[in-house]
């Protein structure tokens, strides 16, 4: 049974560009959420998927958008990249966006914008 | 909003002795849940414990136990027997009934295990 998934390991971009991360959920589950660790810090919340949409977001611009898909992949969209973008991005899937289930989180993307 | 505060960036603990780990929060709710989790250096972040705040009994799993006071807002980790593997970035975190499954993470501590 594969875990929560995410690609690619690590990516280089530069201020300005555009960028998309993505997250395959842990088997059975529909729900995905991610978060943004700068280093040093604990992980913030950016945005949650369920049902193919945006059900939760926390304090990010709009540069940071996101898609869900059928299978319940899902992508971050990130643009105009600023340095201070540089970061773990993890997800994290559950079944349901319910807190009696647990979340399990992927190993991350590890974003560095120059 | 909720705030959650690890005040211990870094400790370190021998091998086979215990070690506590602090968290304090911040939240208007009555209700809620609470976590720690360890992030070693591969990334992953794995779920240790967990609590819900309207059971008065610690959470206790193998040799992690929480001590949870919510009156005074604190939820500590103890670590018993520590070893090696335990060595690990420790967050604490804060997630709301009802509102999604949304974590609010403290900023961590650092534990290091020594042989």
């Known amino acids: 049974d594969a875990g929560v998934t995410q690609s690619p390991t690590h990516l280089i971009k530069t201020r300005g560009q555009q960028v998309t991360l993505r997250c395959s959920p842990k088997s059975g589950h529909d729900t995905v959420s991610w978060y943004q660790q700068a280093l040093g810090q604990g992980p913030q919340f950016i945005f949650q998927?369920?049902?193919?949409?945006?059900?939760q977001r926390g304090n990010f611009p709009d540069r940071f958008s996101g898609h869900q898909f059928p299978n319940y992949s899902s992508e971050l969209n990130v643009n105009a990249l600023l340095l201070g973008d540089s970061a773990l991005y993890l997800c994290a899937s559950s079944l349901l966006p319910s807190s009696y289930n647990e979340q399990f989180f992927g190993p991350g993307t590890r974003l560095t914008v120059l | 909003a909720q705030t959650v505060t690890q005040s211990q960036p870094e400790m370190s603990v021998q091998e086979a002795e215990t070690v506590t780990l602090s968290c304090t929060y911040d939240t208007s709710e009555s209700n809620y849940y609470l976590f720690w989790y360890k992030q070693p250096p591969s990334r992953q972040m794995i779920l240790v414990i967990r609590q819900e705040a309207y059971k008065q009994q610690n959470a206790t799993e193998n040799r992690f136990s929480v001590n949870f006071q919510k009156a005074a807002k604190s939820f500590s980790l103890k670590i018993s027997d520590s070893q090696l593997g335990d060595t690990a970035m420790y967050f604490c975190a804060f997630m709301k009934p009802n509102a999604g499954n949304m974590l609010t993470f403290g900023g961590g501590t650092r534990l290091m295990v020594k042989p």
């Open positions: 998927y369920y049902e193919e949409e945006e059900r």
